[in-house]
């Protein structure tokens, strides 16, 4: 079903691949917001004119779902913006704070929400593989984190290596803030059996990479994957955005979305 779309960090990387997928469905983005060049035709900022509509700093209405790709401190006015309208609201921007959780919690009342560190299918399916395996596998196997992205990436460690921390936590019922250890240098004494490490890379144009590592004596599972192209989480956002148009007021999941 053809949407009217808003979406929040438009001319960004990836507002940008959202709008082509978006048009390409049939879609109309009806609110293209981002911080700069208000008032400009969208569609000739892309190079397409299948946009009609001028940017905008501020979502005003008219849109059935809101996609968000920008930066924490938009998520909190978009929220009120989407509450005020209607709007549902999908979100896949990453930094976010606690108290934005509990934004989103309390928005889940009036409207539908979804909130995702990674929106592609195959990250999703990793991260329901990685807590059966934390599940399944006993103590003496040591668990590091290890994500790669582009040098331009403000956040560190990624969304998404954050979710696969708590991925973790759920099947082995370890407490993720107690856990996890950032990094290592300096004398740093022997690996504790309960701590998970999180290593964070970042150069060139790296889409995103991460890799799990279980580690026993004598053998080793590492799960990985490599995003190769910003459309893997612009296809998932879209098809959250169409799965969620018409749901209740609630707060949904990507696994519900892809049907994992
Ligand atoms: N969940 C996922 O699957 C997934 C996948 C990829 C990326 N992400 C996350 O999505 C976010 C965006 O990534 P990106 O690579 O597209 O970043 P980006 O290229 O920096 O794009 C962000 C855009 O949002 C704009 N913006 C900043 N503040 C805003 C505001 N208050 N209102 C409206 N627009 C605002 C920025 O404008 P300026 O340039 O003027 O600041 C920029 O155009 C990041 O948090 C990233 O980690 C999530």
Request: aromatic share 4%; glycine share 12%; with cysteine.
């Amino acid at each position: 079903m053809p949407q009217l779309l808003a979406v929040s960090g438009a001319l960004g990387r990836m507002g940008r691949r959202i709008a082509e997928l978006a048009a390409n469905a049939g879609h109309t983005v009806v609110a293209p917001i981002d911080l700069k060049n208000a008032g400009e035709s969208y569609g000739a900022l892309l190079g397409d004119p299948r946009h009609k509509a001028p940017v905008v700093t501020a979502y005003q209405g008219g849109a059935e779902v809101m996609i968000d790709f920008s930066l924490p401190g938009a998520f909190e006015t978009r929220l009120r913006e989407c509450r005020r309208h209607k709007t549902a609201f999908v979100s896949g921007t990453t930094g976010l704070l606690p108290a934005h959780f509990e934004l989103l919690d309390q928005a889940a009342q009036e409207i539908p929400v979804l909130w995702a560190a990674n929106m592609s299918t195959g990250v999703n399916l990793l991260l329901g593989l990685v807590r059966q395996c934390a599940a399944a596998l006993p103590e003496s196997y040591d668990i590091e984190i290890v994500e790669m992205h582009h040098r331009r990436k403000v956040d560190a460690p990624s969304g998404t290596a954050l979710a696969l921390l708590h991925a973790i936590c759920a099947g082995n019922g370890r407490n993720a803030g107690e856990v996890v250890r950032h990094g290592r240098s300096g004398h740093t004494g022997e690996r504790t059996r309960q701590e998970i490490g999180m290593h964070t890379l970042r150069g060139g144009d790296v889409v995103g990479d991460h890799t799990v590592i279980f580690a026993a004596e004598g053998e080793r599972i590492e799960l990985s994957h490599k995003a190769s192209s910003r459309d893997t989480f612009a296809a998932g956002a879209l098809r959250a955005a169409e799965w969620i148009a018409g749901k209740l007021a609630g707060r949904y999941n990507m696994a519900q979305v892809l049907g994992l």
